[in-house]
């Protein structure tokens, strides 16, 4: 007598049983919420909830939280204070993308740690700084310092997050893709703030001040002064990380673009290169603008010499017709140190 119809009817009734139950404790606890804590905080932590359902699904999803974290949300932190300071959200998506992967390899054999080299050297790090820091236990720490110290060990552990997850050629396209799209998406926004001006971004940016963003010089212009242009932060508070932010975006969507076996579509590379490219330019960072340029040169070098004359001349005759001539005069500032910012710098 064959008896799986009767046990796999048997499973399906679990299932749904377990189904309801779950969604009838759900049901309960958004009430209580709704009325304990009010209906914003509590579509937070069902969120987060779901969230954490997801990662436990598969180590991708909490990796391409934190890209996504990185990108857009790089200054937020978590509205709740501790002893050892307030976490922010790269931390919390580190610390979850980290202990994801530990229990994903502890618990599956077949799932090894590649060690070499680099590994090595990495745990050789890890333990100099382990070492210093018990050295100084008892010289004057504070919490921050304790604070800054985890930061900076989850930072080191983002080397074995890679190493982990990275391990074939789709697994570096699927980064390429994912990279591409936050760094897409923070330009995108960017962009969208600056056309509404400093209204608009201002109005849009306070909304971040409970999360740890700072509530005084959201817009922000050349060398702080309202007279002169506005420079384009996104979410990213300021502009020059934000611009190396883009010009990362910018050299791997150039460099899908021009390549000739490209892992990312040309539809997703193309408008990588065009976002990132005009919202790096108007952060008015020249430090992104000289790394971007030299990343652009070092592809078309590789793969596209034939189109540097046209390119130099082109780019010639654009400074002759006067096109941008904003943008190159600050970058002629920067090189013959003739603007207080930079000046400062080398006070």
Not at 70 to 97: D, K, N, Q, W
Request: proline share 5%; with cysteine; net charge positive.
């Amino acid at each position: 007598m064959d008896l799986t119809p009767a046990l796999k009817d048997n499973r399906d009734r679990t299932q749904y049983v377990l189904a309801g139950l779950a969604a009838l404790l759900l049901g309960t606890l958004a009430g209580i919420g709704l009325l304990e804590i009010g209906p914003i905080k509590t579509l937070a932590l069902l969120g987060a909830l779901g969230a954490g359902i997801a990662f436990l699904r598969s180590v991708w999803v909490s990796f391409v939280a934190l890209i996504a974290v990185v990108c857009l949300l790089p200054y937020a932190v978590v509205p709740v204070s501790t002893p050892a300071g307030t976490p922010t959200f790269i931390e919390l998506a580190i610390f979850a993308s980290l202990a994801i992967v530990a229990a994903v390899v502890l618990c599956d054999r077949r799932l090894g740690v590649p060690v070499g080299m680099a590994q090595s050297l990495w745990l050789g790090l890890i333990g100099v700084v382990g070492f210093a820091f018990l050295l100084g236990i008892g010289r004057g720490y504070t919490p921050q310092t304790l604070h800054d110290f985890g930061k900076f060990l989850l930072a080191l552990g983002c080397f074995a997050l890679v190493i982990v997850l990275v391990r074939h050629f789709r697994d570096a396209a699927l980064v390429v893709w994912f990279l591409l799209a936050g760094t897409v998406s923070a330009a995108g926004l960017s962009l969208v703030l600056y056309a509404g001006g400093p209204g608009i971004t201002e109005r849009a940016l306070v909304r971040l001040v409970p999360y740890g963003y700072p509530g005084s010089r959201i817009v922000r212009y050349i060398e702080d002064d309202p007279g002169r242009p506005m420079r384009a932060v996104g979410t990213s508070v300021d502009p020059n990380s934000f611009g190396g932010l883009l010009m990362v975006g910018f050299v791997l969507g150039a460099g899908q673009l021009f390549g000739r076996s490209p892992v990312v579509s040309r539809w997703l590379s193309g408008p990588a290169v065009a976002l990132c490219g005009m919202a790096m330019l108007l952060t008015y960072s020249r430090g992104a603008w000289v790394g971007a340029a030299a990343g652009l040169g070092v592809i078309l070098i590789v793969r596209r010499r034939a189109w540097l004359p046209a390119l130099g001349a082109l780019g010639v005759a654009a400074v002759v017709l006067g096109a941008g001539a904003g943008f190159v005069d600050r970058l002629w500032q920067g090189f013959t140190l003739q603007d207080p910012a930079t000046l400062l710098r080398l006070q």
